[in-house]
């Protein structure tokens, strides 16, 4: 079975007395484990897409289905729940919570996921990230003395933390220079990789495609190409 499969996905929205089709009928599957990076033009509906599966948005008509559970059969209180524990989002800004350190970042998201780890379990899981991160040296400081790079290296290791099925990244390395954007895809490459986590992408930056292992291409609602690389 595919972790995540989507079929004949639409989305109407209304633009003033006008219905607006944005999604088109999608139908795409995602396996365990895999990198995929959805480009297309502004206002192809990437974003759109991302958040339908990502459980943020609600559909027109059609299916999502996780492990073969519908999504849209979903109340919002199991939606809630499903997010919290097997979903991890990333955006192009961090949103670190202003009035928690590093470490409390990343101890509340275990908190939110309902952990099954001990206290002791999650200050050594907690220990870890921030070494894979290279953030120890930064566990008790306040986000508005990071750089941009460190926010969102925090960021990454808050949405992975609890080691859920999916990361959804939405432009993840758009306020970053050349040389960051490629830590952090260095850093999303490690993390996932090392806990089979499937990672959504949107990306403009034709450099970070060669972290991907298939590129999906949309226009105007619809997918135009879908590549294994
Ligand atoms: N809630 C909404 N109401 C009305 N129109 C919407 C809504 N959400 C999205 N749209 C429109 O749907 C289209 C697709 O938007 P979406 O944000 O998914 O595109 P995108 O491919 O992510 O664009 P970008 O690359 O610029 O972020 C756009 O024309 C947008 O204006």
Redesign the pocket.
């Known amino acids: 079975m595919e972790l995540l499969e989507t079929i004949n996905l639409q989305k109407t ?3 003033g007395d006008t219905q ?1 089709n ?1 999604l088109k009928g999608i139908q795409l599957s995602f396996q365990k484990g895999k990198i995929t990076a959805l480009i ?11 958040t339908i599966l990502a459980g943020l948005q609600s559909v027109s008509s059609g299916e999502v289905l996780l492990e073969g559970n519908s999504l849209v059969a979903m109340s919002a209180e199991q939606l809630r729940k499903l997010r919290a524990k097997e979903f991890g989002y990333v955006f192009q800004y961090a949103h670190l919570v202003p009035f928690l350190t590093v470490e409390e970042q990343l101890h509340l998201m275990l908190d939110i996921a309902a952990s099954p780890l001990s206290k002791q379990e999650r200050k050594q899981e907690v220990h870890d990230v921030l070494g894979m991160i290279d953030m120890l040296h930064r566990q008790h400081a306040y986000p508005s003395i990071l750089s941009g790079g460190e926010k969102q290296r925090v960021a990454i290791a808050r949405a992975v933390i609890h080691k859920p099925k999916l990361l959804f990244a939405d ?1 993840p390395t758009a306020s970053l220079d050349s040389k960051r954007s490629m830590d952090i895809m260095e850093l999303i490459l490690k993390l996932t990789k090392k806990n089979d986590i499937t990672t959504l992408m ?1 990306t ?1 930056d034709e450099d970070m495609l060669r972290y991907a292992d298939r590129v999906i291409k ?1 226009n105007d ?1 619809k997918i135009t190409e879908d590549r294994t690389v």
């Open positions: 929205v209304q633009n607006e944005i297309g033009a502004s206002g192809s509906g990437k974003s759109t897409f991302l432009e949107v403009h949309m609602g």
